[in-house]
């Protein structure tokens, strides 16, 4: 018999997880081409894509919706599919936006 399981610990079912005391893994290398990108004006702050989002990769400060998180992100466009709006949709792999997924709006003269 082994130690642990003398020691009891396996007579209780269940895990405990704690922040930051497990290592995550970078998972947006995995998106096919696609990513989320978000007009900021046009977002009515719902967080439908943060409820939604599979990932985690929705950026939230405070209760604010902030941008995206590239580095999770598998690009699955349910965030966009939720979006009442339409300020969250899907654009190429290429297409420049700032780090957090939003695009850069032309501001008119």
């Not at 642990?4 to 081409?33: C, F, K, Y």
């Amino acid at each position: 018999m082994t130690e642990e399981r003398q020691s009891g610990l396996w007579d209780r079912p269940g895990a405990m997880i704690r922040p930051n005391d497990h290592p995550v893994p970078h998972t947006g290398g995995w998106r096919m081409g696609k990513k989320p990108a978000v007009t900021l004006s046009q977002c009515v702050n719902c967080l439908l894509c943060w409820q939604f989002c599979p990932d985690s990769s929705v950026v939230i400060e405070g209760t604010t919706f902030s941008g995206f998180d590239y580095n999770f992100c598998k690009g699955c466009e349910i965030c966009s599919a939720v979006c009442p709006t339409q300020a969250v949709v899907m654009v190429d792999e290429e297409t420049p936006v700032d780090r957090w997924g939003r695009i850069q709006e032309v501001q008119s003269l």
